[in-house]
């Protein structure tokens, strides 16, 4: 079975630019998550999807950032306009339930550039 | 308010010694506590869990971890390491809210 996707794997653009990335979460996962992860850092939440519903958004810098996951399935995290300090990697993770027993299965990540 | 700290950023062992790696955690309910790894250019991995069952939790790789309330740890260890430990690895915590947050790393590096 396919593990959690992210597309693309790396991206580099200029600042003020827009980006966004995707991911396809493995199949019949309720919950899906968003993490950004600085170099040298944790990853931390910016986005939490239970089906298509954003349950814990607190993190999501809301004047730039925006997600979606219209049909519960995949979802998209878009930047708009990048800035230099977005440069980080971007990760996508999904689990059964929102519950904490439950292991989170995580994507590779986008690695950003923003120039 | 809940969060986890990883008292070491870098741990370095030679190959077929002992791994310790540190984590402390604070907590105002009753905490579910993991353990993930990453490799370069791979994505998190799950070693193992404690979810309020046995202190002592066995995981993949010959990991294990031992909760321990009185002293809000929850400490990663394997008793000979292989070349291929080296990574980084990360102590997460989520107790209420169904937040979940991550330590800042601790990288092991493995010597032949």
């Known amino acids: 079975e396919a593990g959690v996707v992210q597309s693309p794997r790396y991206k580099i653009i200029e600042k003020k630019q827009p980006v966004a990335f995707w991911c396809n979460p493995i199949s019949g996962h309720n919950t899906l998550y968003w993490y950004l992860q600085n170099l040298g850092q944790g990853p931390e939440l910016l986005i939490r999807y239970e089906n298509e519903e954003a349950v814990d958004d607190s993190q999501l810098p809301k004047d730039r950032f925006s997600a979606e996951r219209l049909k519960g399935v995949d979802s998209t995290l878009k930047i708009q306009p990048a800035e230099l300090g977005d440069s980080a990697v971007y990760l996508c993770a999904s689990s059964l339930d929102r519950y904490a027993l439950n292991e989170q299965f995580f994507g590779p990540g986008t690695r950003l550039t923003v120039l | 308010a809940q969060s986890v700290t990883q008292l070491d950023s870098h741990v370095s062992v030679s190959e077929g010694t002992p791994v310790l790696l540190r984590c402390n955690y604070s907590s105002s309910y009753s905490p579910s506590l993991f353990w993930y790894v990453q490799h370069p250019n791979k994505g998190l991995q799950l070693l193992l869990k404690y979810t309020s069952a046995a202190t002592l939790v066995k995981g993949i790789n010959g990991f ?34 169904f937040k979940t947050i991550f330590g800042a790393g601790t990288r092991l590096f493995v010597k032949a």
Not at chain 2, 81 to 94: G, I, Q, R, T
């Open chain 2, 64 to 97: 294990e971890a031992e909760f321990k309330k009185s002293e809000t740890s929850f400490h990663l260890t394997k008793p000979s390491a292989h070349m291929s430990d080296a990574a980084e690895y990360f102590c997460v915590v989520n107790a209420g809210g």
